[in-house]
């Protein structure tokens, strides 16, 4: 993980770059028999459980995203 990454930056915008970082390690951890060696994409479910977590700090609870919420989802084709 490149936590040296972080320099500068307010911990509100680097947390969920963390746990980004984290969840990812602890998915080619435990998937390492399967993956080969190229780039692969952060899993949906990792980010969708970051997602959670981020909100869950918040107090914010979604029950739906609505219509304009998956269009600019669903608009992404790489991130940033």
């Known amino acids: 993980m490149n936590l040296a990454a972080a320099e500068g930056h307010p911990a509100a915008v680097m947390d969920m770059s963390f746990a980004n970082q ?8 435990a998937s390492a028999g399967q993956l080969g060696r190229r780039v692969y994409d952060v899993p ?6 970051i997602a959670r977590l981020k909100l869950a700090t918040l107090g914010v609870e979604i029950d739906a995203l ?15």
Do not use: C, K, M, P
């Not at 984290?22 to 951890?29: M, N």
């Not at 949906?44 to 459980?49: G, K, N, P, Q």
């Open 22 to 29: 984290a969840l990812a390690a602890e998915f080619v951890i």
């Open 44 to 49: 949906e479910v990792i980010d969708r459980e």
């Open 66 to 80: 609505t219509e304009e919420q998956e269009r600019y989802l669903s608009s992404w084709d790489e991130g940033t």
